[in-house]
């Protein structure tokens, strides 16, 4: 069983510029959250998709978008990129309506914004 | 303020000690708590889950959870080296819900 896997690890990015993280969720599940992590900081809910369409949604302005593909695996689009976007961005993904309980993370992509 | 605060530390403790981390809150509707250990560039890894009010205990791990004095606890006996990690607590009203409120983090140094 694989848990779930995020790429790139490591990018760097400009301001204004635009960045689209990958994730494939663990096998058997069917629903993938986004958290931001700044450094020193909490992970903060970004958004959750399910079914393919988006299930909850953070304190995240609009430039900030996701999607998710039949087979559970999920990007997370950041356009208009600024310098406080530089973060660690968790993907994590689970069980509909099984909560925290299954909520597996991956090691994240550390986004770098310049 | 904050919904959930966490004293971000940082702790060192000799090895064997009994470690205890602590968060508040302030929303009243969280039901649902957790804590979870971060590795350095790994991803959060769920170490304990409660509900409501009670202790909880696994091995060396026992967490606490007063809803009355909105306050949970973590605690770790003989720590080992192999503790060294960042420990975050997290909260959600509802048990199906994936969004979780994190609070900042301890990092944990076990010294040997």
């Known amino acids: 069983e694989t848990g779930v896997t995020q790429s790139p690890t490591h990018l760097i990015k400009t301001r204004g510029q635009q960045v689209t993280l990958r994730c494939s969720s663990q096998s058997g599940h069917n629903t993938v959250s986004w958290y931001q992590q700044a450094l020193g900081q909490g992970p903060q809910f970004i958004f959750q998709y399910y079914r393919e369409e988006e299930n909850g949604r953070g304190n995240f302005p609009p430039r900030f978008s996701g999607l998710q593909f039949p087979n559970y695996s999920s990007e997370l689009n950041v356009n208009a990129l600024e310098l406080d976007d530089s973060a660690l961005y968790l993907c994590?993904?689970?069980?509909?309506?099984?909560?925290?309980?299954?909520?597996?993370f991956g090691a994240g992509s550390r986004l770098t914004v310049l | 303020q904050k919904e959930v605060e966490q004293d971000p530390g940082p702790l060192s403790v000799p090895e064997g000690a009994i470690v205890s981390l602590n968060c508040t809150y302030s929303?009243?509707?969280?039901?649902?708590f957790m804590w979870y250990r971060q590795y350095s560039r790994k991803g959060p890894e769920l170490l304990m889950y409660t509900y409501s009010s009670g202790n909880k205990e696994d091995g060396r791990f026992t967490a606490q959870v007063d809803k009355s004095s909105k306050y949970i606890s973590l605690f770790i006996r003989d720590s080992q080296p192999s503790d060294s990690a960042t420990y975050l607590c997290a909260m959600t009203s509802q048990g199906g819900s994936e969004k979780l409120v994190f609070g900042k983090g301890t990092k944990l140094t076990v010294n040997p």
């Open positions: 929303n009243s509707a969280f039901q649902y």
């Open positions: 994590a993904s689970s069980t509909r309506g099984a909560g925290a309980n299954v909520l597996t």
